[in-house]
């Protein structure tokens, strides 16, 4: 996987989390995943655009993006990419969106850091990967924001 080999050259621990059927949502994670894991430490990858240029929003599961907390920390008003439109903005399905992975700029919402671990979406829907909050600066480049509701 593109995501481990990613990890592996920049030096980051990490886990891979087998799900037993695709995951889109926060719900589906945790119905499909295999061992114990924290519901609090699952973050999604959210895409937005000003209609010109893409952006990559990494936000708690549970949270809720507010867009203009959002277009204030990025510096242009953004919108959501449709749901049906995310694979053809940065070649990945919903639900396995890899913050890791993207070719655009990511902001990452302060309380990603609250938990010791995070966990993420790894570009593939059955599997997610798990690395400690300290080690994403290591892992991409990212500007921290306050972007939720």
């Not at 589906?28 to 430490?41: F, L």
């Not at 240029?53 to 907390?69: C, E, I, T």
Request: aromatic letters at 6%; hydrophobic letters at 45%.
């Amino acid at each position: 996987m593109k995501v481990e080999e990613l990890l592996k050259e920049k030096n980051v621990a990490y886990r891979l989390i087998k799900l037993a059927d695709k995951a889109v949502s926060v719900e589906d994670v945790m119905r499909h995943v295999q061992e114990k894991m924290d519901v609090n430490e699952i973050c999604k990858t959210m895409v937005v655009t000003d209609g010109k240029d893409s952006y990559a929003l990494m936000l708690k599961g549970k949270s809720r993006v507010d867009l203009a907390k959002a277009s204030a920390a990025i510096g242009t008003k953004v919108r959501l990419v449709p749901f049906n439109q995310v694979k053809e903005v940065v070649g990945l399905e919903p639900g396995c969106v890899c913050p890791l992975l993207l070719k655009i700029p990511l902001y990452v919402d302060r309380q990603v850091f609250v938990t010791e671990k995070i966990n993420f979406g790894s570009g593939d829907l059955l599997y997610g990967i798990e690395i400690a909050n300290k080690d994403l600066g290591k892992a991409a480049d990212y500007t921290e924001a306050d972007l939720a509701e």
